[in-house]
């Protein structure tokens, strides 16, 4: 077995993986689900269906809308009851599907005629992923299809899926780990043929050493194949982080993981890719944690993407009803966002839902900044958080891009390393956010011009 790896920078936030001993369990059908068209990064899918139209589970609802985008697919047969704007749990308000779940319908089985995905050529396998909607199931929801397809010239030689799980609470990759082992080892064979790679790297942090013992197994006598133990520390699952950790590689600022020859995948991606090739089955479901004082069943479930996350709650056991809910948070304490609306759905990229009591949502008290450096030591990009927070406090956005705030990962090690209780991550990500956004103007200005 090859020796922990790291990178420089991070934190030792408590790991709180308190429902790692669960097994994975499979709730009940929803009633009704609500199906964004937008669940991933790029375009959003196009839907030609109207309401009263009945769909039957595994349904294309809506096609991919451009190279960057992926289909949407009916996670229950049903009829379309509603068709227009609805709450997204990221925020904002976007077109979606409603289905109304037929209880007396049958579903396809997938798993009837299973074929050897191995055997396809590489096109085949590319274009069932494509059609399946898989996405990164790590929380980045970026188009798998198109992950796979570098630009020409661009040689891909190393593949490395995401284990690590660094944030705290999750667990649901650990659990994917541990249950559906052989899908994940088979999933990152077929990437590593679509993208003809020779090295492939199953990075697990060393804290769950059951994951690597087990997937060490099934990966022995697998040439180009490793188990790579990476050592505890957040945010070690980051992209750029994981690959100089494993590699030594470093990706350049402005740069991305295939400009070194590298692609990075998640584990319940690879599990899907699995799923995906070998029997056609779509993404219809997803793994989500459920953790916090406020919930009655800490654990992890298999739930029908498009669940209402009330519904998905309750469906567990409910919440705890002498602990009062202070806050929820879509995903890890780190980078997750905290719910405005328990009536939004979940969504391919939702990994954990946390249900937190005032004890476990307590703020640090903000006393301003002590020009410590802890940030700085803690930044994993090698950037000076106190000299951006100083400039976006002062509104010089254009000085914190030339100081690299664009580099920012958004991890929050600045803001939970801050003994003063600055919300750094939040100010940097309010000003990249002005910043993109003025230069999307300064260009189409530019092109009215022409």
């Given at each position: 077995m090859l020796a922990p790896k790291t990178f420089f920078g991070?934190?030792?936030?408590?790991?709180?993986?308190?429902?790692?001993?669960?097994?994975?369990?499979?709730?009940?059908?929803?009633?009704?689900v609500v199906l964004h068209l937008s669940q991933h990064i790029g375009a959003p899918a196009k839907s030609g269906l109207q309401i009263d139209d009945k769909v039957t589970y595994g349904q294309v609802l809506a096609e991919a809308g451009g190279f960057v985008s992926a289909p949407v697919h009916a996670t229950v047969s049903g009829r379309i009851i509603a068709f227009g704007n609805f709450k997204h749990p990221l925020g904002q308000s976007s077109p979606a599907i409603v289905i109304e779940r037929d209880k007396e319908a049958r579903e396809p089985v997938y798993s009837e005629k299973p074929v050897k995905g191995i055997s396809l050529p590489p096109a085949e396998i590319l274009k069932r992923i494509k059609d399946a909607g898989i996405v990164g199931l790590g929380g980045a929801a970026f188009p798998t299809h198109v992950k796979l397809s570098p630009p020409p010239g661009v040689v891909i030689d190393t593949v490395i899926l995401n284990g690590a799980e660094c944030e705290p609470c999750l667990t649901s990759d650990y659990r994917t780990l541990l249950e559906q082992?052989?899908?994940?080892?088979?999933?990152?064979?077929?990437?590593?043929?679509?993208?003809?790679?020779?090295?492939?790297?199953?990075?697990?942090?060393?804290?769950?050493?059951?994951?690597?013992?087990?997937?060490?197994?099934?990966?022995?006598?697998?040439?180009?194949?490793?188990?790579?133990?990476?050592?505890?520390?957040?945010?070690?699952?980051?992209?750029?982080?994981?690959?100089?950790?494993?590699?030594?590689?470093?990706?350049?600022?402005?740069?991305?993981?295939?400009?070194?020859?590298?692609v990075v995948m998640n584990v319940t991606t690879s599990a899907a890719v699995s799923d995906a090739v070998n029997y056609c089955m779509p993404l219809t479901e997803k793994t989500v944690t459920l953790a916090g004082e406020c919930v009655k069943n800490p654990g992890n479930y298999r739930v029908r993407i498009g669940t209402i996350i009330s519904d998905f709650i309750q469906m567990t056991g409910g919440l705890k009803e002498d602990v009062p809910l202070k806050k929820v948070i879509l995903g890890g304490p780190m980078m997750g966002f905290a719910l405005y609306d328990l009536n939004t759905p979940i969504i391919k990229g939702t990994s954990g839902i946390l249900c937190w009591s005032e004890r476990e949502a307590q703020m640090k008290p903000r006393t301003g900044c002590l020009r410590c450096g802890k940030c700085v030591e803690a930044c994993p990009m090698g950037l000076e958080p106190l000299v951006l927070d100083a400039l976006v406090n002062a509104k010089r956005y254009e000085e914190a891009e030339k100081e690299g705030i664009l580099n920012c990962v958004n991890c929050g090690c600045c803001a939970y390393s801050c003994p003063g209780g600055n919300p750094l991550v939040q100010n940097f990500i309010?000003?990249?956010?002005?910043?993109?956004?003025?230069?999307?103007?300064?260009?189409?200005?530019?092109?009215?011009?022409?």
């Open positions: 991070g934190i030792h936030p408590p790991t709180m993986k308190r429902t790692s001993d669960k097994p994975v369990e499979r709730l009940p059908l929803p009633d009704k082992s052989e899908k994940v080892v088979d999933g990152l064979k077929l990437v590593m043929k679509v993208l003809n790679a020779k090295r492939g790297f199953i990075a697990i942090e060393d804290n769950k050493q059951e994951a690597i013992n087990k997937i060490d197994e099934i990966v022995e006598g697998l040439f180009g194949i490793d188990v790579q133990p990476v050592i505890t520390k957040y945010p070690q699952g980051g992209e750029k982080q994981l690959i100089k950790a494993v590699t030594g590689r470093e990706v350049p600022n402005g740069k991305l993981p295939s400009d070194v020859g590298v309010v000003a990249k956010n002005k910043i993109l956004a003025d230069k999307k103007k300064q260009a189409v200005a530019k092109d009215n011009k022409k």
